[in-house]
């Protein structure tokens, strides 16, 4: 495994949308944008929904998200108030009001909102008729140090049953390391209430790869998971992309683990998840095995898109707030990447377009071939797809990493910790030599 971690551990796309951003042609303004909102949601008006709330109160210097540090909580109202007028916008444009089949804060932190603001928030997005799908899924993610029980309460009592929960590690070296700010008493509290409560999915966020991580941290992060079990498990790897986020500067890069050193780091951490019954999810995600995540993953439904891994099979995802991304059927948007711009844009009533993206029919062709590598783990139609690099592909075949049956191609167990640059194979725009770094490192 050592040979081929070095061997394949260039920079490649994570591939939560094909094509990836930096490939979008921007073909549509925000009328031409509006009307293919409307095409699609005409047709089928289940909606997912991606809120973005980019506020926290500290940074946390790992984190490459939009996120906008401030201890001013009067930017709460503003901010939540201006989401609301996108949504209108949004809704003014169907003659059918949509129903939300599933509903998920982002960050940033949603939980550096007030639940009193939260539930206006959500209140506000079901008025005028908007209902909720008889089987919808609604989520948000929390930080340990400022999630209160009335947060658990109030979203609980407004229709959510899954909280994601950004532990990273337990170790409190590394949290000091990564300027993160929270107690490992916190995270069982949270956890412990949000169960009581009546939460039936509960993830972990964990990170491999962070600065000063190494396998004892592992053992230790995971014997605090034994204790909780949460149905879910994202086990992220660090992506160290300083030309990006400059606060990655933070710390000494000879500090990261890497090449087989950090992958070493998630094997360990998947051989004690799968001991305490976990199953293995794609790419870098585990859940147990009543989880909805594993239920989709056995029936063929499961779903990946810019949210992650999700077990709502859905074409249909719009995001609101700045730099949030929507996807409607070969329709891709993204908004305004700062609050200034996305304030100016409301206040003239103008969807906050910064780039978009429609795509062709072998594009559309490809994103199915990759989305089943990403969640099936193979791709069925391979008499209907383009392959961009035979060689490449022929040498990972030869490596072990994928193997070609019946009729499709199936990635192997050796080939899991490579499943992006397997990808990358049948993605035309991919190039591996470039000048300007653009992704991080396959491992």
């Not at 495994?1 to 073909?27: F, G």
């Not at 392959?387 to 040498?395: F, G, H, R, T, V």
Request: hydrophobic share 35%.
């Amino acid at each position: 495994m050592h040979s081929l971690i070095e061997k394949y551990n260039y920079e490649v796309p994570r591939y939560t949308s094909y094509p990836v951003i930096t490939q979008w042609k921007d073909q549509l303004d925000a009328s031409s944008w509006a009307a293919q909102v409307k095409q699609q949601l005409s047709a089928n008006s289940r909606l997912s929904l991606y809120l973005h709330l980019p506020f926290c109160e500290s940074l946390c210097t790992y984190c490459g998200c939009n996120k906008h540090i401030t201890v001013n909580h009067n930017v709460e109202e503003p901010y939540l108030a201006a989401i609301l007028k996108e949504w209108q916008m949004y809704t003014s444009l169907l003659e059918e009001k949509p129903i939300i089949n599933e509903l998920h804060l982002g960050g940033g932190t949603p939980t550096f909102f007030s639940p009193s603001n939260l539930r206006a928030l959500i209140e506000g997005l079901f008025s005028e008729g908007i209902e909720r799908g008889s089987e919808a899924a609604f989520s948000f993610e929390a930080h340990p140090s400022s999630t209160t029980t009335e947060h658990l309460t109030t979203l609980a009592s407004l229709g959510f049953q899954r909280l994601s929960l950004g532990v990273q590690t337990f170790d409190e070296e590394i949290l000091r390391v990564i300027h993160r700010f929270q107690t490992t008493e916190q995270v069982y509290a949270i956890f412990n209430k949000a169960k009581e409560i009546g939460y039936n999915s509960i993830n972990f966020d964990l990170i491999y790869g962070l600065p000063k991580q190494t396998i004892n941290d592992i053992y230790q992060t995971m014997d605090h998971v034994s204790r909780m079990m949460p149905e879910r498990i994202a086990f992220y790897s660090y992506a160290h992309v300083p030309w990006t986020a400059p606060s990655q500067r933070a710390y000494d890069e000879n500090d990261l683990p890497l090449g087989e050193e950090k992958r070493a780091l998630y094997e360990k951490g998947k051989e004690l998840l799968l001991i305490l019954g976990y199953e293995e999810i794609g790419m870098d995600h585990f859940a147990l095995p009543g989880d909805g995540l594993a239920i989709a993953r056995h029936n063929g439904h499961l779903n990946r898109n810019f949210m992650g891994y999700t077990d709502l099979a859905s074409d249909n995802m719009l995001g609101l707030g700045v730099s949030s991304i929507s996807e409607l059927g070969r329709a891709y948007h993204q908004n305004v990447k700062t609050l200034k711009e996305y304030y100016d844009h409301i206040s003239l009533a103008t969807l906050p377009t910064l780039k978009t993206h429609l795509l062709s029919e072998t594009e559309q062709k490809t994103r199915k071939t990759i989305k089943n590598l990403m969640c099936q783990l193979h791709e069925v139609d391979s008499s209907d797809i383009q392959i961009k690099d035979p060689e490449a592909l022929k040498e990972m075949q030869d490596d072990g990493l994928i193997e070609f049956t019946d009729e499709k191609w199936q990635i192997t167990e050796r080939g899991l910790p490579f499943i992006r640059n397997i990808a990358a194979c049948f993605d035309p725009y991919y190039e591996r030599k470039t000048e300007i770094k653009q992704f991080s490192s396959a491992i």
